[in-house]
């Protein structure tokens, strides 16, 4: 089964930076894509970015380019905040997707992790 935890979630001010790390475990295939995606109060889940294992390549949601990177070794992917702002702050989730244009609302839950929350203050 597979399994998934985040961490690195946290308080920061606004232009600050933040690390998050996602775990998968129990994958019994050689490519998949993980994604990280955000869910903030009275709002919807959105996918924020994702990697694709079989090369490496990525997306990102257009709000966070040029600020977020995503990378992954093996089964660990990162996700690097940079110059973090008010409407970043949300709840962060990993998930893992059989490729990065899946619909991740269709993944069960044992595909996502549990959350981590990110609040940045201005």
């Known amino acids: 089964e597979v399994h998934v935890v985040e961490s690195g979630g946290g308080s920061v001010q606004a232009g600050e930076s933040l690390r998050l790390s996602c775990k998968a475990s129990g994958l019994t295939f050689d490519f998949y894509a993980i994604g990280w995606w955000r869910q903030a109060p009275g709002k919807e889940r959105e996918g924020v970015a994702c990697?694709?294992?079989?090369?490496?390549s990525t997306v990102y949601k257009d709000s966070v380019k040029g600020r977020f990177t995503i990378s992954s070794e093996h089964a660990t992917t990162d996700l690097q905040m940079d110059s973090l702002k008010v409407e970043d702050t949300a709840v962060y989730y990993c998930?893992?997707?059989?490729?990065?244009?899946?619909?991740?609302?269709?993944?069960?839950?044992?595909?996502w992790g549990q959350g981590t929350q990110v609040t940045v203050s201005s």
């Open positions: 998930v893992v997707l059989g490729d990065c244009y899946s619909d991740a609302r269709l993944m069960s839950e044992n595909y």
């Open positions: 990697i694709a294992s079989s090369d490496g």
